[in-house]
C-alpha cells in the first residue's frame, strides 16, 4: 500500500502569509506527527494527533502552528503569519494502532522557503 | 527530558569498508525504543535498525548492526560492506515505549559520504 505523502514538496510565501501542508498518512494509522527539520536545530516535534482528537496535543506550543485532522488518515499543519525563521522542511510521521515495534514512518516532506 | 547527541556531523568511508555512527542519549526511562533512520536527498527517514531496551542482544539488520550499551546510554551503528547507496544523513532517535503519542527525539545527524 502507499507511504505517508505529503504536498506541496516545496512552498515558497512571502513573510505574513499563512501556510498550509498536508499529510496524508498509512490507512489505519492513528497517531499523525509533524516535525520541523532545520540545519542549525535538527528535528523537533510541532505537535501530533491522535485519532480520536481532530485538533493537535502540542509539542512545541505555539499560537501560530496548529494541526487538524479532517479526515482520519489526513492532517493539515497551518502556520499563520509565517516568519523568516519558519523556513524548514516539515516532516509527517503516523504510527499504527497498536504500535508495538515504536516505529514513525515518515512522508518525504514539504520544503517551506519564506522570503 | 531526553536528549539524543551524535558527536560526529560528518563521516565517510571507503565502498566495501566498515564504518561505525556514534551516540549516545540521557534518559530516565528504563524502558524504550532507540533506531537509527537514514534519511538519503529525497529527505524520507527510512528505518535501518531498532532496538527495544530491554533486550540486551544487539540488533541486526542484514550489513547493519548495533553496539547497544544500556548502562553507558551509547548506541552505535556499525555498517558493514559499505555501498554507495548507504550514503546518506543517518539519525540516531530515542521513543519512551508508550501504548502511543510518545514522540521521536533525534540526535543532529551525522552524514555518511561513501568513496568509490
Known amino acids: 500500500g502507499a507511504g505517508v505523502s505529503q504536498s506541496p514538496r516545496y512552498k515558497v510565501a512571502k513573510r505574513g502569509r499563512d501556510v498550509a501542508l498536508r499529510c496524508d498518512s498509512i490507512s489505519g494509522h492513528v497517531t499523525l506527527y509533524w516535525y520541523r527539520q532545520t540545519l542549525g536545530q535538527g528535528s523537533e516535534v510541532l505537535t501530533y494527533?491522535?485519532?480520536?482528537?481532530?485538533?493537535?496535543k502540542s509539542g512545541r506550543p505555539s499560537g501560530r502552528f496548529s494541526a487538524e485532522r479532517p479526515e482520519r488518515s489526513v492532517s493539515t499543519l497551518k502556520i499563520q503569519r509565517t516568519e523568516q525563521g519558519d523556513s524548514a522542511v516539515y516532516l509527517c510521521a503516523s504510527s499504527p494502532r497498536g504500535d508495538n515495534t515504536g516505529e514513525l514512518f515518515f512522508g518525504e516532506g514539504s520544503r517551506l522557503t519564506v522570503l | 527530558a531526553q536528549t539524543v547527541t551524535q558527536s560526529q556531523p560528518e563521516m565517510s568511508v571507503q565502498e566495501a569498508e566498515t564504518v561505525t555512527l556514534s551516540c549516545t542519549y540521557d534518559t530516565s526511562e528504563s524502558d524504550y525504543y532507540l533506531f537509527w533512520y537514514k534519511q538519503p536527498p529525497s529527505r524520507q527517514m527510512i528505518l535501518v535498525i531498532r532496538q527495544e531496551a530491554y533486550k540486551q542482544q544487539n540488533a541486526t539488520e542484514n550489513r547493519f548492526s548495533v553496539n547497544f550499551q544500556k548502562a553507558a546510554k551509547s548506541f552505535s551503528l556499525k555498517i558493514s560492506d559499505s555501498q554507495l547507496g548507504d550514503a546518506a544523513m543517518y539519525f540516531c532517535a530515542y521513543r519512551r515505549r508508550e501504548t502511543s503519542g510518545s514522540r521521536l527525539t533525534f540526535g543532529e545527524g551525522t552524514q555518511l559520504t561513501v568513496n568509490p
Open positions: 494527533s491522535q485519532s480520536d482528537a481532530q485538533r493537535d
